[in-house]
């Protein structure tokens, strides 16, 4: 759940720079979602592995959990599933729903668009593959993560699989917060300010344009002025451990790891795939 309090860290200090020209949002709300899409758009990450999971595995409709602006949920249309979209951000679904009208008629007529929760949905139907994707699980607490895997399982059709990614700090010895430069599809540069001490109980993510003008850069030129959008979130980290021990509590048993990270990436990311125990 994002809170909309000032961030530890280099985000912070970011936010309180900005003084009254901050703009606080959370990521997925009407100010923050066009950020995460414009970031979402850039990145790759993660789609070729679902698609490839869906592809070569069980048949029939597919579920995209924490669907967002549909980053899975178009390339898993494009190989001729039907697939359902369940986000609960209205304003995360608004910009799916405005890429599913640019999309092909056929594709478009295949995707059902649900807003909802996904620690409680009550689809009527069953899949043959539920995804969710881009660590979207961190999002929700121990009790959220026992009532998802409740209706996943409900909503599994025989041989039907469950594909989630995890995320788990890779190295204790990692620094606390990293600044990294990130440009958007829009070609807009964003300071992203991860604060992740090793053992912590949430992760805080801040989100910031870049700046031009001496404010920002200390170079000549004219002072940045004017609002600035910040998006900040606070997220739950687990153990991979945990998450596939919780899996297994709710008669989910694993049937695959991947990872999707490498050796010295700051990040371990792993698909977990389960199917029901039933
Ligand atoms: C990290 S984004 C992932 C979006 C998309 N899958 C992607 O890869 O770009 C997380 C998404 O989860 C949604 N979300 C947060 N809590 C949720 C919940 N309880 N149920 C359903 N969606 C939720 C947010 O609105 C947001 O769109």
């Not at 478009?108 to 059902?112: A, D, M, N, V």
């Not at 790891?257 to 795939?273: E, I, N, S, W, Y």
């Given at each position: 759940m994002t809170t909309l309090t000032l961030p530890p860290g280099l985000g912070g200090e970011r936010v309180t720079a900005l003084g009254d020209r901050a703009r606080l949002c959370g990521l997925y709300d009407t100010l923050g979602a066009p950020v995460y899409d414009d970031l979402a758009a850039a990145d790759g990450f993660e789609i070729g592995d679902i698609v490839s999971a869906v592809r070569t595995g069980a048949e029939g409709p597919v579920l995209d959990l924490?669907?967002?602006?549909?980053?899975?949920?178009?390339p898993l249309l494009a190989t001729g599933r039907e697939v359902t979209a369940l986000d609960l951000s209205a304003d995360m679904l608004d910009l799916l729903r405005a890429r599913l009208a640019k999309a092909p008629r056929p594709m478009?007529?295949?995707?059902?668009v649900v807003q909802g929760d996904m620690a409680a949905?009550?689809?009527?139907?069953?899949f043959g593959h539920i995804v969710l994707g881009t660590t979207s699980l961190s999002l929700l607490d121990e009790a959220g993560r026992a009532g998802l895997y409740r209706s996943v399982a409900a909503h599994l059709a025989?041989?039907?699989?469950?594909?989630?990614?995890?995320?788990?700090?890779?190295?204790?010895?990692?620094?606390?917060?990293?600044h990294s430069r990130v440009r958007g599809a829009s070609g807009t540069a964003y300071d992203l300010y991860e604060y992740w001490p090793a053992g912590a109980a949430v992760r805080h993510v801040t989100i910031a344009p870049v700046e031009t003008g001496s404010e920002a850069t200390g170079a000549p030129g004219k002072a940045a002025d004017g609002p600035v959008t910040v998006c900040v979130d606070e997220v739950g980290t687990m153990s991979?451990?945990?998450?596939?021990?919780?899996?297994?509590?709710?008669?989910?048993?694993?049937?695959g790891?991947?990872?999707?990270?490498?050796?010295?990436?700051?990040?371990?990311?792993?698909?977990?795939?389960a199917v029901s125990a039933r």
């Open positions: 924490a669907a967002g602006a549909g980053r899975f949920t178009l478009r007529e295949r995707c059902t949905f009550d689809l009527r139907r069953a025989p041989g039907g699989r469950f594909l989630v990614s995890v995320m788990e700090r890779a190295d204790d010895d990692a620094p606390t917060e990293v991979i451990a945990a998450i596939e021990a919780e899996l297994a509590e709710a008669g989910l048993t694993i049937a790891r991947r990872p999707l990270t490498g050796m010295g990436d700051r990040h371990r990311v792993t698909l977990l795939k």
